[in-house]
């Protein structure tokens, strides 16, 4: 697994975090005074990385444990592109794989992208 913990006061905005087993990004994190027989508490929301950007929150005390994703920023070249789909080939390892084309992408052959990779998760970014 490509993951590692860290405490839930150490999370900033536009960092990753695991939310129900799905990578986010953090779109708000706030956090709420320590009560008198409990400690603070951060909630935080976010967005999902590779599922279309789908919304999800927790709330947790700030000393708990989360589970960051390890997500890679990667450079690849278009090979070829149909039916909505196109054949990518990873600069760095020149492993070939194939992408959805994203709305509002215009993709050809010989182009090159950047990439979100986790696990074998792949979205252009």
Known sequence: MAREQTEV???????YVMIDDTPCVIDAYSTSKPGKH??????VEGQGVF??????NFTQPVDAKVWVPIITRKQGQVVST??????V?????Y?????RVPDGVDASADDEIE???????????
């Open 9 to 15: 006061r150490e999370l900033q905005e536009g960092n």
């Open 38 to 43: 409990g400690s603070a508490k951060a909630r």
């Open 51 to 56: 599922d279309g950007g789908q919304k999800r």
């Open 82 to 87: 149909g039916d909505g789909e196109m054949q």
């Open 89 to 93: 080939m990873d600069l760095e390892t």
């Open 95 to 99: 492993d070939t794989f194939t992408m």
């Open 115 to 125: 990439f979100l990779e986790y696990e074998s998760q792949r979205k252009v970014v």
